[in-house]
């Protein structure tokens, strides 16, 4: 089975096998039966008579066994076998059956789809039973059922938003601290941030029973209690400090960890507490030099820690080893460590300047072409080093080919060309050879550059400006470099003064340093996302990751809906809806902000206002019928992998009045009828009736315009 074989021909043996009073070969029956019973639902039900008997076994380790593997049967009507055994096992003396008890309640919440559990006949777990049982079982005496109550509690109740702390649970979980694992301490410790404590007396009595796991050897505890620390202190910024000052040790330690995964987490959030207290690790800059055998991406975290820990007192040392790996054999680390030290350079320029200066004289051409986009870079931001990196660029054409290399040196020579004497001539080579340039963004470069030097220095550069816009007008192929020539030629025939006005906008005071936003970031404004993977991919990715993730709408586990990329569509599909126009005068928003999780709790809450029958023939095409809906800016919520039985869709629309239209696609077999259901948050008939007809047109385009039945609810009252 581990190889890939197929047994499950053997499926009857195995459970005859499993009536042993063997523990080890229970368990292998246990595993075989697990990962068999999706294949085999009906043969399934063969185990669970044993299973059950196990259940009143004397050794708690076959007890706790049977739960479990009851719990891992996933098939349809095993929640009725499962109700009498999970009330004894959340009763047992033995801690081990109430630990699988406990986890067993959630997963059966799971594939029921609700709480509405009947338990033990008479005794009915609906109306909040099974969760006051749960919330019971929180005082339970061995630790790990405590902390797996936590977890069912918060599964269960998901959509009211999970488990809730109040005072009396969040002192008692603060009292078991000291009986939890690592693993239970940071799940209690993050549980505690739903609570707010009522008076300044018991946060600082709460504070102080976190202080001791400040110093915990388990990083995750110690990330857990600072996270608690910064939340419950929130408007107290100075015990928000002392805490980051007091993390600083174990997070430094992590650091250095030979554990790359928790080296890079660690170094994420030491960028994220430099953020409110610069220079806070200044005294151990040391610990972010680079080893040779990390992997590249430390290397470049460790790197931007670097950049910002800079003083006056450490910025040699800083440079130096910055230096030493700009000539590694990593073009990429090389290149990072040069925009290191540029980064530096905004601050102490005549220093850096000089590094990059001797960069290159090694003519290796990742490295002056990194270095030449640096210097670009600093012309701008920096305009008193202005001078010195015109003295360093003569020579750097012969090395760099590279496309954003050729673009940063033309640039240079068009904007300071009257301070670098050979500027026209340099120019001059690239204008000869224009036509066996391959990047189109360096002929578009070399045009605007040329053209702002002939403004400076017109009698060297007359000529070859001419050839270069006659070439571009007449011979170039790429229409945005053929465009941007014909508007420089006509901008000159309206005149020099007109063209200074447009390419030489006023430069700035070289006495001038940079002018940055240094002011500091409050703790606050990033608190909440210490501790979590927003730190690690950045706010914004890990908004987009979050908004894409899937959502299961459907009841129980039958299928799996999954977000889908939008996807092109042919142009056929584009003219046969062309030729359906929009009925009535709905103006629908193209690209409403409706996450997955949002239209399950909007779709949960509302009555169905229509249903469509349209008869289907054929496989769906979801990518098709995905594009098309977004041409009438429909959009797609969540689909059903493709070839699923049955198949679904949910579709979001949201018209110019703020109705929410919330759609269903259900398809129970090819070449049936596809089922539509229509939800809407506001009771408009006439809107309703026209983001039908909006669907049903795109519908009809891949259905070859079969006749369509419509059928209202009462909700509307449509006619």
């Not at 554990?259 to 610990?287: D, M, N, W």
């Not at 470099?481 to 420089?488: I, K």
């Not at 608190?527 to 894409?548: I, P, S």
Request: charged share 20%; glycine share 6%; hydrophobic share 40%.
């Amino acid at each position: 089975m581990a190889q890939g074989a197929d047994v499950s021909g053997l499926f009857p043996e195995m459970v005859k096998a499993g009536a042993v009073p063997d523990v080890v070969q229970k368990k292998l029956v246990s595993f075989y039966v697990r990962a068999q019973a999706p294949r085999q639902p009906q043969l399934a039900l063969l185990a669970v008579n044993s299973l059950r008997k196990d259940c009143a076994h004397p050794s708690p380790a076959v007890r706790g066994l049977a739960l479990r593997t009851m719990c891992d049967l996933r098939m349809p009507g095993i929640q009725e076998y499962l109700q009498q055994p999970l009330v004894c096992g959340l009763r047992d003396k033995a801690s081990y059956v109430r630990r699988a008890a406990v986890l067993g309640c959630a997963k059966m919440v799971k594939l029921q789809g609700d709480c509405e559990i009947l338990m033990a006949g008479a005794l009915c777990f609906a109306d909040g039973a099974l969760v006051n049982e749960l919330y019971s079982l929180l005082r339970d005496q061995d630790p790990i059922v405590v902390v797996n109550c936590l977890r069912a509690l918060e599964e269960i109740l998901k959509k009211e938003g999970g488990v809730v702390i109040n005072k009396p649970i969040a002192h008692h979980l603060l009292n078991r601290m000291p009986d939890l694992d690592q693993w239970g301490q940071s799940e209690v410790l993050t549980f505690l941030l739903r609570y707010k404590p009522r008076s300044e007396d018991e946060l600082f009595d709460i504070l102080n029973l976190l202080d001791a796991y400040l110093k915990s050897s388990s990083p995750s505890v110690v990330m857990a209690a600072t996270k608690l620390f910064l939340v419950l202190a929130r408007e107290y910024p100075d015990v928000q400090a002392d805490v980051l000052v007091r993390v600083k040790g174990p997070l430094l330690s992590a650091c250095t960890s030979e554990s790359r995964e928790l080296c890079f987490t660690a170094l994420c959030h030491v960028r994220q507490i430099l953020r409110s207290l610069p220079g806070h690790f200044s005294s151990h800059y040391k610990k972010f030099f680079c080893s040779y055998s990390e992997p590249h991406y430390i290397k470049c975290q460790k790197m931007e820690v670097l950049c910002e820990l800079v003083n006056d007192e450490n910025v040699q040392q800083v440079l130096e080893e910055l230096k030493g790996y700009c000539t590694d054999v990593s073009v990429e680390l090389a290149q990072g460590a040069i925009f290191a030290i540029a980064n530096i350079a905004r601050t102490y320029t005549e220093q850096c300047v000089g590094i990059l200066t001797e960069l290159l004289g090694l003519q290796q051409e990742h490295i002056t072409s990194a270095v030449v986009r640096a210097f670009r870079d600093l012309a701008w931001l920096c305009p008193q080093c202005t001078d010195a990196v015109c003295q360093a660029l003569p020579g750097c054409e012969d090395t760099i080919q590279d496309s954003e290399g050729k673009q940063a040196l033309i640039w240079l020579l068009g904007t300071h060309g009257e301070k670098i004497p050979n500027a026209p001539y340099v120019l001059e080579d690239f204008v000869e050879n224009v036509k066996s340039e391959t990047f189109p963004a360096v002929r578009m470069e070399l045009l605007t550059a040329l053209l702002r030097l002939f403004l400076a220095r017109p009698a060297e550069c007359q000529d070859m400006l001419g050839r270069l816009l006659h070439y571009c007008i007449e011979e170039e192929q790429d229409m945005a470099v053929r465009d941007r020539a014909l508007f420089y030629y006509r901008l000159l025939q309206a005149g020099v003064e007109a063209v200074r006005r447009v390419l030489c906008s006023p430069k700035s005071d070289p006495s001038l340093g940079l002018l940055g936003d240094q002011s500091k970031q409050p703790v606050n404004a990033w608190a909440l996302e210490f501790n979590t993977l927003a730190t690690v991919y950045g706010r914004e990715r890990w908004a987009l990751a979050t908004a894409q993730q899937p959502s299961l709408v459907s009841e129980g586990n039958k299928e799996i809906l999954e977000v889908h990329p939008d996807t092109p569509m042919s142009e056929g599909n584009k003219e046969l809806l062309k030729a359906h126009p929009d009925a009535g005068s709905l103006s629908l928003i193209p690209d409403v902000s409706l996450t997955a999780e949002q239209f399950e709790k909007t779709w949960l809450s509302l009555d169905t206002s229509c249903q469509l029958s349209l008869p289907w023939c054929g496989p769906v095409h979801a990518d098709t019928i995905q594009t098309a809906l977004r041409v009438v800016h429909i959009q797609t919520i969540a689909m059903s992998k493709a070839g699923a039985q049955p198949w679904k869709a949910y579709l979001s629309a949201q018209d110019d009045s703020g109705c929410l239209f919330l759609t269903e696609l259900l398809l129970q077999a090819a070449d049936s009828e596809l089922q539509v259901s229509v939800k809407q948050n506001k009771a408009k008939p006439e809107a309703l009736q026209s983001f039908i007809s909006a669907l049903r047109t795109v519908l009809e385009a891949f259905l070859l315009n079969l006749p369509i039945k419509v059928g209202f609810t009462l909700t509307q009252g449509l006619q």
